[in-house]
């Protein structure tokens, strides 16, 4: 059960964000009126949403769910692998602070998105990806048994993030799609495969028996409304041309 949520409002130099997608330059002014249809879908799904100022130095920094994990019980601010990322924790850290939780940080050398790190119960799934390093993901394992948690690494081929393939429904049920289908360390879950055309939408988000899904990935969320979730539907197209996800688009807690 979540209650609260915080995002950071798109900033105007979004346009230089980071992107492979080669879908062309984001819509500024569409990618805010997105940004608020982001934000009332959260609302109906019962958070309360603490909204941060946009900020022009950081290109990507409304994919505000890589620079900070928040747990029940901590919150550990990241240290981002790509260098014009690298400072958005720290320009966090005060919305962070005001949490009634202890705040840890990740230190040099060690990299990670948190957009690489998958929470399913007391359990971190954490990818080791082009941003995420391995002594990134052991100093997160760390910080996570200091407060009694656990976690685990999953090796990444072909992804940017853990979650741009898989995101944990709740009801040990798995939204995955490609490289993730096949990890032995997954076959646990209940696995509801992502049809290669749709592959964006495996990037969606459970939020009280809601889950949130990509506009215009019908297939998908017929089969999550098929097992019995609600679903409701978000426009993101814009935040899509720069390789983001629904999940990137907020701190859920
Ligand atoms: C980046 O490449 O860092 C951004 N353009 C997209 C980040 C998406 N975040 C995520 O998947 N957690």
Known sequence: MF??????????????????????????ELALVQHKAYIKALETCGLKVTI???D?????????????????????????GANSRRKEPFHISKAIHKLDLPVETIRSPGTIDAGD???????????????????????????LNKYGLTGSTI???????????????????LLAFGEFLQKKELQKFNILRVDDNESYAANSVWIND???????????????S????EIIAVDVSEFRKLDGGLSCLSLRF
């Open 3 to 28: 209650t609260q949520a915080i995002v950071k409002t798109p900033c105007k130099s979004m346009v230089n964000g980071i992107t492979q997608a080669g879908l062309g330059t984001p819509d500024y």
């Open 52 to 54: 941060l100022a946009p």
């Open 56 to 80: 022009d130095n950081f290109p990507d920094s409304t994919f505000i769910e890589d620079a900070c994990l928040i747990t029940p019980r901590c919150a550990i601010l990241t240290r981002p």
């Open 117 to 143: 790190i998958m929470m399913v119960g007391d359990h971190y799934y954490i990818g080791l990806s082009d941003r995420t390093s391995t002594n990134g993901a052991e100093q997160m394992i760390e910080i």
């Open 155 to 173: 090796e990444l081929k072909t992804m940017l993030h853990l979650k741009t393939g898989i995101s944990y429904l709740e009801n040990n049920t």
């Open 210 to 224: 809601i889950v949130i899904v990509p506009d215009g990935f019908s297939r998908t969320a017929e089969m999550i």
């Open 226 to 229: 098929k097992k019995k979730y």
